[in-house]
């Protein structure tokens, strides 16, 4: 066994934007599903299958609630990574069918968005318009839709992006989208349940993950609304087993689904806190990064209360996340990403300066998780490192 003890025992986890960790109810409830109720649900010919198969049904039809759609609109997936490709790649076929091979995205979108997409584009034949947002680090609705040609089969825009923590119109654009032909695909990885009621408007596919909200990782869901009694005209990328209505097949993973569904549950039960106090801590932050020169990356009036993106003058954000490592746990970007020092390709395309752009540092929290961290001593440090002004 690995012994981890000393990660939580000095350092404040400010990292959530990356992954969260598991909820108490949330890992008994898994444990559950993998000791005790461990039947398969497809299993149909005794009572561990039938039990398993109510308790998947149960979950998604919660989950399905949650963005009010129908019971069945919910497609079970290891996450919001899988849930794009099958959204992305899955209605590639009909957009060839119909000479409709024109897509707008942004130049913001995670990489499990823009990857897809540029194989569309390059191996397809498909055109894509990136959209860049302008410093403010948000993409307009008006934007959107004056790209919009009667070939545009899809258009993509995340809900809030990973790095900046800025909350895209994706409810605005759907309402627009509805009345054309065009569909509206939205990665809500960052904004599942931190932002409910954007999510609720006509978006006809939505992709979810788990580990954002406190559930294990490997479990996310797509979200494929119709539009009436029309179905969005998805193929399947793999095949075998005909599973969650033949677009993701393979035996479903009972346990992490019911994690999903406690995970949920947990953080619907506890949304308004939970915002209450990520705002009281982000003044906090805030306040004590006062002691520092710095910028914030990013429109804050249209931004989630928990991710805060800065850039401190002179100071390279390398070499300041080693010099902070043992007061706290943050990151310069994507979790996917964040390995090669390059300039966040989010921060490039809002038009920052390279040395912005290289040096943003991100800082994500759950403040119930966070509630020994010294915001200043951070800054201290912070301030001790900065180069003279002058």
Sequence with gaps: MIALGWVS?????????????????????????????????????????????????????????????????????????????????GIAPFGEKHGRKHIITSAIEHKAVIEPLLHLQEK????????????????????????????????????????????QPVAELAEKLQKTPTYLHVDAAQGYAKVPEDLKAPIDLTSISGHKIGAPKGIGALVTRRRGWDKVPLEPIMFGGGQERKLRPGTLPVPLIMGLYEAAKVFQENRSRWERDAKEMRE?????????????????????????????????????????????AVATGSACTSASYTPSHVLTAMGLPEEVATNGLRFSWFPGQVSDFDPDGLAETIAYMQPDAS
């Excluded at 350092?11 to 000791?35: F, G, K, N, S």
């Excluded at 934007?143 to 993509?156: F, N, Q, Y």
């Excluded at 800065?310 to 007061?327: H, M, P, S």
């Design 284 to 328: 906090r932050l805030l306040a004590a990064l006062g002691k520092t020169r710095f910028q914030i990356n990013g429109d804050a009036g249209h931004a989630v209360p928990h991710i805060l993106n800065v850039t401190f003058d002179g100071l390279n954000a390398e070499a300041l996340i080693v010099r902070i490592k043992d007061q706290v």
């Design 124 to 167: 397809r034949g498909f055109e894509v318009d990136f959209l860049e947002p302008g410093p403010s680090g948000r993409i307009s609705t008006e934007a959107v839709l004056e790209k919009l040609r009667p070939d545009t089969l899809l258009v993509s825009l995340m809900h809030v992006n990973n790095e900046t923590g800025v909350i």
């Design 9 to 89: 025992a000095v350092v404040a986890y400010l990292d959530v934007a990356a992954t969260t960790r598991v909820e108490p109810r949330v890992a008994d409830v898994v444990l559950h599903w993998m000791t005790e109720d461990f039947g398969n649900a497809g299993s149909r010919t005794h009572e561990y299958g039938a039990r398993a198969k109510r308790a998947v049904q149960e979950a998604r039809a919660f989950l399905a609630g949650t963005v009010g759609v129908r019971t069945e609109e919910v497609i079970f997936t290891s996450g919001a990574t899988e849930s794009n490709n099958i959204a992305l790649l």
